[in-house]
């Protein structure tokens, strides 16, 4: 990446991809009357996570652009091999059953603030349009552009610059921690970030990163649209069923194992 990029410009860069996205969002939540009247949210409340999340990544491609740069090199959107997707896909399963049970076992500890539950009042949408907003928002739109930033973008600078890979990828997954505003579950994405951090480097493309993102997310929405169902086919006395579990546990290691012994890249 061009040294005509500094550092301290990377981060400004990034910031102002966010607070562009939570302008665009204002906008858009300002048009809709259920923000003040306590209604069931409207339309324009899940247009204004869509076009944030779309605008997030906007201001670092006209950066790129302005500079002549790369779009695909310096968003490491490098092609990967079968295999690679395929350990992805195991890394999504054994990630989404354990960060489960982390979450069951901190709950217990420190029970979830009501604050936070009425957030799932935003992920249960009346109407079939703001149903399909909802899920392209979170479950694609969301993790492609967070991955472009991010790991993409962030670490994959700082790494070059700093020469020091744990280093990018602990500041970059706190950044990524920090700009979701949930100190809940603050743990939790930080740990998330790291997975992807790691990935992204490792395999020198964030698709693999995408493909756990997108499998997290959409896990999640999942759980949350079951309900009870899913409680009934996970759960085993309020933890996630041993074997579950353990097929997770198993499915983590193998697939990590798998990416530190296996050539990656597309030959």
Same mark, same amino acid.
Request: glycine content about 6%; overall charge neutral; hydrophobic content about 55%.
């Given at each position: ?48 996570l869509f076009f944030a999340q779309v605008f997030l990544v906007i201001p670092i ?16 959107l490098k092609a990967v091999s079968k295999r690679t997707l395929l350990v992805s ?18 709950? &217990? ?46 670490q994959r600078y700082l790494e070059e610059h700093w020469g020091d890979i744990t ?89 990590? &194992? ?10």
């Open positions: 990446m061009s040294r005509t990029i500094t550092v301290r410009l990377a981060f400004g860069i990034v910031i102002l991809s966010f607070l562009c996205s939570l302008f665009i969002a204002s906008i858009f939540s300002a048009l809709d009357p259920s923000i003040l009247s306590g209604d069931p949210l409207g339309i324009f409340s899940y247009l204004a491609i006209a950066l790129l652009r302005k500079n002549k740069m790369n779009l695909y090199e310096n968003f490491r896909v195991l890394l999504s399963f054994g990630t989404v059953m354990v960060s489960s049970e982390i979450n069951i076992i901190i709950e &217990k500890i420190i029970p979830i603030p009501q604050s936070f539950l009425n957030l799932e009042t935003l992920l249960s949408p009346e109407s079939t349009l703001s149903m399909v907003l909802i899920f392209l928002t979170i479950v694609l739109i969301a993790p492609i552009g967070e991955e472009m930033v991010f790991r993409g973008f962030l280093r990018a990828i602990l500041v970059t997954s706190l950044f990524f921690a920090a700009i979701h505003f949930n100190p809940y579950w603050a743990i939790q994405i930080y740990m998330m970030g790291l997975l992807l951090g790691y990935l992204s480097w490792k395999t020198k493309s964030i698709l693999p990163s995408i493909v756990v993102h997108v499998a997290i997310n959409g896990t999640s929405m999942l759980f949350m649209a079951l309900g009870e169902n899913a409680e009934k086919s996970l759960l085993w006395k309020d933890h996630i069923n041993p074997f579950l579990l353990g097929l997770g546990g198993v499915a983590f290691w193998y697939g990590l &194992k798998s990416l530190q012994s296996e050539i990656v890249d597309i030959s």
